[in-house]
């Protein structure tokens, strides 16, 4: 069976220091792969997506970034955190019309 | 405005039905999605339709679809105390991302 790992689970970082997100997905093979933030009592806003490695579709303008440099791991970076970067990240993985969440990343920048 | 709208909160009492609703407005939506998210967690598939479904069933859970309208609900039968979360309904357009509501928290009183 498929399992999606994120990590960290809870991250707090001071106003301009990097970031750097993982996700890996175990039990398939190129999967779509999609990086979404929520913010408090919010809904998910799609961030980045990838459908195979070096691919990346950016959805929104911002100071963050993505990469994905194995077929099933995909991480999420900023070269210097926004207070308004806070939030609950969750990556998500997708074999086509179906996406399967991981447990998320809370950030906090202080 | 948001392309996918939901109420924000829903109460019921143990054991009666919940309808959850949600309303979208791209006509080109491929897929509709419920998602459920538990407090701290990431997101969980419940159930999704293609669009040239009207309903679909699983177990205690009813997904109606009116396309005409643009309409989606999700029915849970026999509410029990551990539905109690939030419920996301999201579509899929050609981008194969989803864009989701901002939620309906669901508190089942005992």
């Known amino acids: 069976s498929q399992t999606i790992h994120q990590w960290p689970a809870t991250l707090v970082q001071p106003v301009g220091s990097p970031l750097s997100l993982e996700c890996t997905v175990e039990?398939?093979?190129?999967?779509?792969l999609y990086w979404y933030r929520q913010a408090a009592g919010r809904g998910l806003q799609l961030l980045f997506y990838s459908v195979g490695i070096g691919q990346i579709s950016s959805e929104v303008p911002q100071n963050l970034s993505a990469s994905r440099p194995q077929d099933r791991q995909f991480i999420l970076s900023s070269k210097k955190l926004l207070l308004s970067d806070s939030g609950f990240y969750l990556c998500?993985?997708?074999?086509?019309?179906?996406?399967?969440f991981g447990p998320g990343t809370r950030l906090t920048v202080t | 405005g948001e392309d996918v709208e939901q109420s924000l909160f829903l109460s019921v009492r143990e054991g009666d039905s919940s309808v959850i609703n949600c309303t979208y407005t791209?006509?080109?939506?491929?897929?509709l999605y419920w998602y459920k998210q538990e407090p701290g967690a990431g997101l969980q598939l419940l159930t999704y339709?293609?669009?040239?479904?009207d309903m679909k069933q699983d177990q205690r859970l009813t997904v109606l679809l009116n396309k005409k309208d643009k309409h989606l609900s999700l029915r849970i039968a026999d509410t029990q105390t551990g539905d109690s979360a939030i419920y996301f309904c999201?579509?899929?357009?050609?981008?194969?991302?989803?864009?989701f509501g901002s939620g309906t928290r669901l508190q089942v009183q005992p």
């Open positions: 791209d006509s080109s939506s491929t897929y």
């Open positions: 039990g398939t093979s190129n999967p779509n």
């Open positions: 339709i293609f669009s040239n479904m």
């Open positions: 998500a993985w997708g074999p086509a019309y179906e996406q399967y």
């Open positions: 999201a579509e899929m357009r050609g981008r194969r991302a989803l864009t």
